[in-house]
């Protein structure tokens, strides 16, 4: 198995860290459609703002338990003493704004269901409904940003979301599958 691990052909970002390659392997451009999965996937990207994903992915599990399993309507109720316990976490990406984005955002989701929206259905309507299949020949070739990730930028902080800037939208738009960019090399290339 070890072995098999090892002599795939992935996409240039992954490392030969086990966590990542599996993360590459069976998640990395799969399509959710699942409102609280989408809002974690978006939230941990936020997270990675200026760092690798690896950084971030190290410590999903710390950010899982921290924030309720991503459950929008436990985060909107942390108090500033539990803020201030999270920004001690060394399981977290202790910044202070970044922490604070997870908070807002949650209350930004919650107006939008609130308002009877359909969190995920409105996510992918940014890519009509169905995955983009990307058919770059390298990894240099991939955009960090398309028209749609600056649409989607734009409608969330419209909505009240933080650290959602066209970057962060479009690796969240590629980790959830709305795009699949896995490069021309890649094992999982179509």
């Not at 052909?9 to 069976?26: K, M, Q």
């Not at 001690?88 to 269901?113: E, T």
């Not at 890519?127 to 058919?135: D, K, R, S, T, Y």
Request: charged share 20%.
């Amino acid at each position: 198995m070890m072995g098999s691990v090892a002599d795939k052909t992935r996409c240039e970002w992954v490392s030969d860290d086990p966590l990542y390659c599996e993360y590459h392997d069976a998640e990395w451009g799969v399509p959710v459609h699942d409102d609280r999965r989408l809002f974690e996937m978006l939230m941990l990207e936020g997270q990675q703002a200026g760092l690798s994903w690896i950084t971030v992915l190290k410590r999903r599990e710390h950010y899982q338990k921290a924030f309720f399993a991503f459950d929008a309507k436990k985060i909107v109720n942390i108090s500033q003493t539990e803020f201030d316990v999270l920004m001690q976490n060394p399981g977290l990406i202790r910044h202070a704004r970044k922490l604070a984005a997870i908070i807002q955002n949650a209350k930004a989701y919650l107006a939008m269901l609130d308002k009877g929206e359909d969190f995920g259905g409105w996510l992918w309507s940014f890519v009509g409904g169905q995955p983009v299949v990307n058919e770059w020949p390298e990894a240099s070739a991939v955009p960090v940003m398309t028209a749609q990730s600056k649409a989607m930028s734009s409608a969330l902080k419209k909505r009240g979301f933080a650290f959602v800037g066209p970057t962060i939208c479009y690796a969240f738009m590629q980790a959830v599958g709305m795009v699949w960019d896995h490069s021309g090399e890649c094992f999982l290339a179509r």
